[in-house]
Nanobody
């Protein structure tokens, strides 16, 4: 079992920044690939960014490239999502997820999920 708890969401103006954190506990955190997903009201859940178990090979959705950075601190069992130049269309509930094996952009392949944190970007 892996337990994931997100934090760092909030209300920010367009152009602003937020850093989301995902604290993990339970089984060996370092053996899991991690992903950030988001879901806006009325829309499907979508991949935002992922990182391998080793903390290398970050993968980003096109909407996140150049603005978001995913990182992993294995010593702290925490994954971060640094979000800059935020836009109103980034408004969503952001969730982190863990899976064995390689990074995947498919939410259905992730076994463990956090409860999510709300990010609201005002125009």
């Amino acid at each position: 079992q892996v337990q994931l708890v997100e934090s760092g969401g909030g209300l920010v103006q367009a152009g602003g920044s937020l850093r989301l954190s995902c604290a993990a506990s339970g089984r060996t955190f370092s053996s899991y690939a991690m992903g950030w997903f988001r879901q806006a009201p009325g829309k499907e859940r979508e991949f935002v960014a992922g990182i391998s178990w080793s903390g290398t090979r970050p993968t980003y959705a096109d909407s996140a490239k150049g603005r978001f950075t995913i990182s992993k601190d294995t010593a702290k069992n925490t994954v971060y999502l640094e979000m800059n130049s935020l836009k109103p269309e980034d408004t969503a509930v952001y969730s982190c997820a863990a899976k064995g094996g390689q990074v995947s952009t498919s939410w259905s392949t992730h076994r463990y999920w956090g409860q999510g944190t709300q990010v609201t970007v005002s125009s």
